[in-house]
């Protein structure tokens, strides 16, 4: 299993902070163990959005253009060019 990158992190981070702000506002939380239970729903919810996969596959960008050449093979074709 591949490490999160640094964006997946911020973005993890960022669902923590904003789902606990909404969660606190629309529920209106006032005792110590019901914030808590939210905190904690907030930070397992970023943890999983840190940790899954993204739902849309990276491609490299000889795969985008529909050459179907790898990266590698496209580095070697430019050192033969003269």
């Known amino acids: 299993m591949p490490r999160p990158s640094a964006?997946?992190?911020c973005l993890g981070?960022?669902?923590v902070a904003?789902?606990?702000v909404a969660l606190l506002a629309v529920s209106g939380a006032v005792g110590a163990l019901e914030v808590a239970?939210?905190?904690a729903f907030a930070l397992a919810l970023g943890?999983?959005?840190t940790v899954l996969p993204?739902?849309?596959p990276h491609?490299?960008?000889a795969a985008a253009d529909g050459s179907g050449a790898s990266p590698a093979a496209a580095g070697h074709e430019y050192a033969?060019?003269?």
Request: cysteine-free; charged content about 15%; proline content about 0%.
């Open 13 to 15: 981070s960022f669902t």
């Open 37 to 39: 239970v939210l905190v």
């Open 47 to 49: 943890t999983v959005v």
């Open 80 to 82: 033969r060019q003269r």
């Open 18 to 20: 904003a789902t606990t």
């Open 7 to 9: 964006a997946r992190f």
């Open 59 to 61: 491609r490299s960008a």
């Open 54 to 56: 993204g739902s849309v």
